[in-house]
Every structure is written in C-alpha cells, then in structure tokens.
C-alpha cells in the first residue's frame, strides 16, 4: 500500500518535489553528522561512547553527538526553547500572550524569540558537553589546549550547527515533505539501524561460546516479538480516534445535519518523548561542566542520578516528564477554548452540551482523559526498553528502542497522512478545474 502511495505521489510534479527536497535537506545533514568539530580528538570519544546521556543526546541529536560533529546539538536547542515560549504565553510574560492572539504576525514575533533563546541555549549546552566529556573521556578531548578561548571557539561552532539543522528543519516543515523537527530525527534513528543491528548480531552470535547459541537465538526471537508487539501497539493507538458527535443548527440545503469531531486516542503524538529526551540535555551539560570544576561533590553526583535513566530516579524523572508533556502538548494542538469558539462560530454545538464555556469544559475534561491514556501508553513503551536493559544488562542500544520504534512509527504514520491529504487535494482540484 505505501509503495502504490508512493508511486502515485511521484507522478504529481509538486509533492514529488517536496519528497525530492526533504530527501536532499537530510542528506545534507547525514553528511554534516559525520565532520567533526576541528580540534576533536574523536578517538577520545569511544571511552565514553555508552554513557547514558550521551545516548540520550544522539537520539535528539539525529544520532551526531557521539561523532562530536558540527550537527552535534541537532534540534535539542530549539526544541527546548519551543517549550519555554509555549510555557510563557501561558499568562506568564503578557507580551508572549498577546503576541499568540495576533495571529500570523504574532506568529513570527514567537519565532524569531524562540530563535534567539535557542541560540543561547545552543551555546551553553555546547559548553556544558564539552567540559564533561573532556572530563569523562580520560584523555584530552581537544588537540589544544581546552582554555577559554577553546570553549569559545568549539561553542560557536556547535551553536552555529545548531542553527543551521534548525533552518533544515523550517525549510522541510515549509517546502518539504511532514515536520522538519520529527524528520531529522527519524532520519538519525533509521541511519543508526545498521550498526544497532551489527551490535546486537556480533554480542549474541560472534563473540560467544557456541553452547550460548541457543541461548542468543531465544533472545534474538524474544526481541523481534517485542519489536513486533510495539510496532502494532503505537500504530494501533495513533490510529485511535475518539469521536464526537456535532449537530449544527444552519446548514446549506441538502447538507447533512451533523457529523462528528475525531479526536485522537493520543493527541499529543510523538512531540512528548522527543520533548523529554531535550530537556533534560541542559540539566545534564550544565552539571557535566560542573562536575568537570568539582568531581568530589557529591551533591552534583546526586543531581546527575536524575537525569540518568539507568537509575531508578532518572527513569522516573523520565517517565513524569513524558506525562507532563503529553497533558501539555495535548491542550496545545486542541486548544478548548479555541474549539468552543470556533464550534460557535460556525453554528454548531454538542448534542446535551451548551455552547460557549459549557464545551470548552467539555473538551478540558475529554482531553484530561485522552491524555492520561496517551501519557501511559508513552511511558510504557518508553521505559519496557530501559527497564529491560538495566534488569537483564542488555546492550545501551536496546534501551532508547521504544522510544526510538515511537517516533519512527508516529513520523511513518503522519508521512503518510500527510501524502495522502496531498493526492486527496489534487483529486479535489482536478475536478473542480474539470467542472468550471
């Protein structure tokens, strides 16, 4: 079915296009993932290259950290920055709230802030990792000598990739092929599949006693089971919809009386787990940076311990910020007191449910219980993989695979959605270009 999906959408000039765009933006930006900062000694990075938040990074990061290349941020910065702004148009800076009513205008006064706070957010998580891995890695990161001047220096060219994987990320959201954000990391997980499936393979069948043979195939079937099960779980669940039924008291001749307002099972899609996985990367460069000045504090050490998910408090931490976010970000992609009015607006209304403030209750309440729905199924599917690899010591891989299985399969399924409102427009042009 994709592929037939696939071939259609070629044949139209304008999505084959975008497709063709996105494809050369994420080319672009594989190859960026693979230059080194100047001055790294990238051989240093192998002692450290399991490090928990090191692979929470790279999965942000499109899986560029643990080459310390140019793209080495990736869009962490940025999409911590999005959170800030969101937070603080919620009465907080009443210059954000009255930018978010002005509409387009106040659209791009968010933007253009969401830019300059990523921008210092960007240099100051640059800073932060560089310190911390030049302490964690054993040898000297740098071939200079790490001053201040070389903080400078390496910041800046953090920061500036940074920027530029944001600008990929516009440029894809807004001439290519579904949200920029969401394809760049889907891009650095499916990069990353080769060699976790190289990993997997040399760890169960090459370096062991051939008596273990079977042991390994066990475990191998075991894993593409629990591969399978996730995979059908979360396109079960994104595909879920909840629907309300509208009545609408002034229609056009011949139009039918009601129809129903779909609502998905999770509305806040995969945004959360990439939103908890971001977030705690400036927590976790700042106190790497700290623990850098002071090793022998045992107060850093125990902060740490919060943002490490092989600890039970950093899978905690975890699990309550993808629960956090999702009731957040639900409420930010269906606004209720937005629904309520445009419901109004347009005539229609809730069958038993008064108009106005009466539905934007409802809706409040409905996407409460939609949300918890969605924060468990997140944070299982998160964690099952974590809790695994801390229990039966798998390889750090296994760890980060529900999430990653998450948001390939939730960016698989928007894609498609998406290609197909694409033809589904063109067929609607078609005709009506056929009927004038």
Known sequence: MFFKLLKEAFKVKNVRNKILFTIFILFVFRVGTHITVPGINAKSLEAVSNL??????????????KNFSVFALGVSPYITASIIVQLLQMDIVPKFVEWGKQGEVGRRK?????????????????????????????????TMPLNWKTYI????????????????????????????????????????????????YEDRFVNIDSSRLTESAIFVAVLVVAILAIVYFTTYVQQAEYKIPIQYTKRAQGAPSSSYLPLKLNPAGVIPVIFAGSITAIPTSILQFLTSQNRTSSLLQNLQSYFDYTTVKGMLVYAVLIIIFTFFYSFV??????????????????????????????????????????SLFLGIVALLPILAQNLLGLSSNIAFLGT???????????????LEGYLLKRKYVGFMEITE
């Open 404 to 418: 990653s299985l998450i948001i390939v399969i939730m960016t698989s399924i928007e894609g498609i959605k998406q």
């Open 52 to 65: 928990p938040f090191l692979n929470m990074l790279s999965l942000v990061s499109g899986n560029a950290m």
């Open 153 to 200: 220096i390496i910041g800046s060219i953090l920061t500036t990739g940074s920027m530029i994987v944001t600008w990929f990320g516009e440029q894809i959201t807004d001439k290519g092929y579904g949200n920029g954000t969401s394809m760049i990391i889907f891009a650095g997980i499916i990069s990353s599949l080769p060699a976790t499936i190289k990993e997997i």
């Open 333 to 374: 992609q269906v606004n209720p007191e937005k629904t309520a009015e445009s419901l109004q607006k347009s005539g229609a209304y809730i069958h038993g449910v008064r108009p106005g403030n009466g539905t934007e209750q409802y809706f409040s309440k409905l996407l409460k219980r939609l949300a918890t729905v969605g």
């Open 110 to 142: 968010l933007n253009q802030a969401t830019r300059y706070i990523s921008l210092v957010l960007a240099f100051v998580q640059s800073v932060g990792i560089t310190a911390g891995l030049n302490a964690l890695a054993g040898a000297q990161l740098t």
